[in-house]
């Protein structure tokens, strides 16, 4: 019996033997699973076991005398998230692993020595979020004005528009968020509707290179985005509180933040701001307050091979205007521009009386991306926006408090983008895009509707493509093509209908005839194409040039179609034309930039020829039951914008700095050989800055603008005055003189709980209480700007 187990027990052992004989190989290849190349130098290891290799030229790897089963490896490589594989050996076997190599698309790997550009060969500068902090309470405009090249137009100090290149309104597209601002951009005194505080990141693309973001930006391109939350399980957030001397007032911004490894996050985000009466050097401008509420919501995913995200963001304005400015008639105009003192100076106050603007704006995103392997990343994205606006003017009895304008702006878009990126030496990016927007004027206001009910709708695609031409060359291209229609009711004065000659070349409009009012229904179609093309060449690693030629076409926007009537915030009857047509623009630029630790430069020269450029200009006055008013008109012409702008700095020691900024454009009406209105004077910066680290981050900068007299403007018009009973001079178009603002800044930072989580900044704008007017501000016809500012800014981040 013993030796019947034995023989049994030694006959097992041998089978057990034999059949864990560990002669598989496993031969691998790793491969970046964005564009299917080689990873060489990856590290591959056998958990569990003292096996580990590296991957060669080609990727590949192998290892032996392996038994069969069931191993894990881990696969490492330079800048890749370390992956675990689970393997399955039976025999000799081959895994082809895929690593996600292109992480820095979910900015993980930090870019240093330098600022990522949006585009490649277009002129692009950004505003980080130290130089935004500077600017928390402020405007979005304000901000952007720092930058060259960037200027403003404005109606007082809190209704602030960019101008890029000397071009505004609906020709600069905003991009909040990856979502193009639908927020009524046309009128002059409508401020964008954003919280630049929601945003860390904001950069402009001057002219209509970044196709994708739309073909009608002729101007150019802003772009707000916050700073994208990387994959780690932390809570974190930060306060900021700036306090104002003029306006003696400040806003609170809060952000808070928690994220996990899984890549899920969530982020709130809200401000509020208050702000009474502003001052010039001299007097206070009455009814000049201002009262901000914004609150932002994000909640996403974000994974190398798929993520999606929701976004909300709410922004709430009442802005109050100058009382002074509320014109009764034309008489009143000629005083007020005469004048040296505004005829209303109130105490100060915080309340915010007629006339005022009361503005909200719903802005609300889903988006989902994903990756497909060796082919790119597809991108879904639908928003929805709705602006209402309400404009108040000055009214007696019943109409007290009725705005003399009610807007309701509803805005659906759905969006794809496909990029593909699979090869190292091209990308190419697809897209369309559908867009649904309606407007309702509500007739309960009592006035006559200034912008009339309408369905407008957009349908887009796109096609751009970037090649690298070896280690040097970039070359990019892309066309867009837009199609929208403009569906309209309106209700015209017989008298203005056929004074206008519409009764010979749109009779087919009418829809009804009520006598003295005609109900039209004209329903636009515009088919638009924009197309662009342009290098970056490298001469080493501190100089590159670039050059782009873009071409773009821009429909008209209701206010330039359909304006019929007087315009209350703005104080003058506005007249649209149903003749306009699309506008179409021709831009050459180049840029040559020097960055290198020591100093650098960059010169940007640009040439833009735009054919029937839609022009709002002041050529009359009419007479309605509230009295006299100057009358602008919508026409088109051929204009010709030329200019260059110049930047250098210098840092002469570690711990000194000076910038300086120059701007010049020369805007003509090449039909009539005149200048052209509201093009930006030349203007001039520079800053001299001291830095050191040991002294609790100390860093003090003091600024210096110039602005130079605009010389080109058009000629002043004749108009009647009833109290003069004669033709006189309205003097609307002559700027101002030039002058020369100073400003210092001084901030440092403090250890509470971490490094320098407490910052602290002091900053004084018009330090020597200048006495100025501005030529792109809508109020210098009747008051000074602003006088010294103060402000204290804490931010803590925790």
């Not at 989902?368 to 009214?395: A, H, M």
């Not at 309702?440 to 309408?454: E, N, S």
């Not at 520079?686 to 600024?703: D, F, K, M, Q, V």
């Amino acid at each position: 019996m013993r030796l019947f187990l034995i023989l049994v027990l030694t006959s097992l052992y041998g089978n057990f033997s034999i059949s864990q004989e560990c002669d598989a190989i496993l031969l691998g290849q790793v491969v970046d699973f964005h564009d299917n190349t080689a990873l060489e130098n990856a590290t591959i290891s056998v958990t569990g076991k003292d096996l580990q290799t590296t991957s060669d030229q080609d990727g590949k790897f192998n290892f032996t005398t392996l038994c069969d089963g069931v191993i894990e490896l881990e696969i490492s490589h330079p800048d890749c998230k370390s992956q675990f594989v689970t393997i399955t050996i039976d025999g000799d076997t081959y895994q082809k692993i895929s690593l996600e190599h292109h992480l820095e698309e979910l900015d993980e790997v930090k870019v240093v020595g330098g600022t990522q550009k949006t585009t490649n060969s277009s002129q692009e500068e950004t505003l980080g979020l130290k130089q935004l902090e500077q600017y928390s309470g402020n405007s979005l405009g304000d901000a952007l004005k720092t930058i060259t090249g960037v200027s403003s137009l404005n109606t007082g100090a809190n209704i602030v528009k960019p101008v890029i290149q000397g071009l505004n309104g609906s020709r600069v597209l905003i991009l909040n968020n990856n979502v193009r601002m639908q927020d009524m951009e046309w009128g002059e005194e409508h401020a964008p509707n954003v919280d630049i505080n929601a945003n860390q990141k904001i950069s402009v693309i001057k002219g209509a290179a970044a196709l994708e973001y739309g073909g009608d930006a002729i101007g150019g391109v802003i772009v707000l985005d916050p700073l994208p939350i990387a994959r780690s399980d932390s809570l974190f957030g930060k306060t900021q509180m700036n306090l104002f001397s003029n306006g003696r007032g400040g806003n609170i911004t809060s952000t808070l933040t928690k994220s996990f490894d899984s890549g899920l996050y969530m982020k709130l985000q809200g401000s509020l701001k208050r702000l009474g009466d502003l001052e010039t050097p001299d007097y206070l401008l009455s009814n000049t307050g201002i009262q901000e509420n914004s609150i932002s919501v994000n909640l996403g995913k974000r994974d190398f091979l798929q993520g999606w995200e929701a976004y909300y963001s709410f922004f709430d304005s009442d802005i109050g205007i100058l009382r002074a400015s509320h014109i009764g008639n034309v008489d009143d105009l000629i005083t007020a521009i005469n004048s040296q003192q505004p005829n209303i100076i109130n105490d100060f106050s915080y309340n915010i009386i007629r006339p005022n603007q009361e503005v909200t704006h719903h802005l609300a995103k889903l988006n989902y991306y994903r990756r497909f392997k060796g082919t790119g990343k597809l991108d879904l994205q639908y928003d929805f926006q709705s602006n209402r606006r309400f404009e108040f003017d000055i009214r007696v009895g019943d109409d007290a408090e009725k705005p003399s304008l009610d807007l309701q702006l509803t805005t659906h878009t759905l969006s794809s983008t496909l990029q593909i990126d699979s090869q190292n030496d091209l990308e190419i990016k697809l897209g369309v895009l559908g867009r649904y927007q309606s407007n309702f004027a509500d007739p309960a206001t009592g006035v006559r509707r200034l912008i009339p009910d309408y369905d407008k709708y957009d349908v887009g695609g796109f096609a751009i493509g970037e090649y690298k031409l070896g280690t040097r060359w970039n070359v990019d291209m892309g066309v867009r093509y837009d199609f929208t229609r403009l569906d309209a009711k309106k209700f015209y004065r017989t008298t203005r209908w056929e004074e206008r000659n519409y009764d010979q070349d749109f009779s087919d409009l009418v829809i009804d005839d009520l006598g003295t009012q005609l109900l039209v229904n004209p329903v636009f179609d515009y088919h638009n194409v924009s197309a662009m093309a342009g290098f970056r060449y490298e001469f080493n690693t501190q100089e590159l040039l670039r050059f782009n030629y873009a071409f773009a076409q821009r429909a008209p926007n209701p206010s330039e179609l359909f304006s019929d009537g007087l315009h209350h915030s703005a104080a003058r009857i506005e007249l649209g034309d149903l003749r306009i047509k699309s506008e179409a623009s021709s831009k050459v630029s180049a840029s040559y930039e020097r960055n290198a630790l020591n100093w650098g430069f960059t010169i940007a020269p640009y040439f833009n020829a735009i054919k029937d450029f839609i022009l709002l200009e002041p050529n009359g006055v009419e007479f309605t039951i509230r009295g006299a008013f100057p009358v602008w008109a919508y026409r088109q012409t051929n204009v010709q914008l030329v200019g260059v702008d110049l930047s250098v700095y210098n840092n002469w020691t570690q711990k000194i700095r000076s910038d300086h900024r120059f701007s010049w454009v020369r805007g003509t009406d090449t039909s009539s050989d005149l200048p052209l209105i509201n093009i930006p004077a030349a203007n001039m910066s520079n800053s001299l800055s001291y830095s050191n680290e040991a002294l609790h981050g100390l860093t003090i900068s003091l600024e210096s603008q110039y602005v130079f007299e605009q010389q080109r403007f058009p000629p002043n018009i004749m108009v009647f005055s009833p109290q003069a009973e004669q033709e006189v001079v309205l003097d609307i178009n002559t700027p101002p003189p030039a002058y020369h603002l100073l400003a210092l800044d001084i901030a440092t930072a403090f250890s509470l709980k971490n490094k320098h989580d407490l910052a602290v900044g002091l900053r004084a704008t018009n330090l020597l209480n200048t006495q100025y007017r501005d030529y792109l501000n809508r109020l210098r016809y009747f008051v000074d700007d602003l006088g010294r500012n103060i402000s204290l800014r804490l931010i803590y981040n925790y």
